[in-house]
């Protein structure tokens, strides 16, 4: 009897090992999937990329991209620029498809309130060294 109750203790024990590692493959596919479609590149094709950014624009990206994913103040901070500049400098990248910007809207209880119309949060992100450089040039 105490040999039956080690299999099945044993039995379930490999189950649960078969469903971890179903787990684990499940989340090692969705990471390849979301790895696939994000460009590589060598470090000399970065550094050729941002040498054509002008160098107020350059600053920018170089601390948001250091901060990973972050608001116009948050970039400000660190670039000791106004957050307003940083927020048109920010926008013109993200009209050049350089960096990803994201609005995050006020909470449904604001939103009938005419004074916080337009309100909200704005992120931006970068998106990495683009396939294709803006023909037009961006200016300050």
Do not use: C
Not at 45 to 59: A, F, G, I, Y
Not at 107 to 118: F, L, N, S
């Amino acid at each position: 009897m105490s040999y039956l109750r080690e299999i099945t203790r044993i039995r379930t024990e490999i189950v649960k090992i078969q469903d971890d590692m179903a787990g684990i493959r499940l989340q090692l596919r969705t990471l390849i999937e979301l790895h696939r479609n994000v460009p590589v590149f060598r470090p000399d094709e970065l550094t050729s990329w941002l040498l054509t950014l002008p160098d107020h624009l350059r600053k920018t990206w170089i601390a948001l991209d250091r901060l990973g994913r972050a608001r116009a103040p948050d970039v400000a901070a660190i670039t000791g620029r106004a957050r307003a500049v940083e927020s048109s400098y920010l926008n013109q990248l993200a009209h050049a498809g350089v960096v990803y910007k994201e609005a995050i809207p006020l909470a449904p209880r604001h939103r009938g309130d005419p004074r916080q119309r337009g309100k909200g949060e704005v992120w931006f992100s970068p998106s990495g060294v683009p396939k294709k450089i803006p023909d037009k040039p961006l200016h300050e």
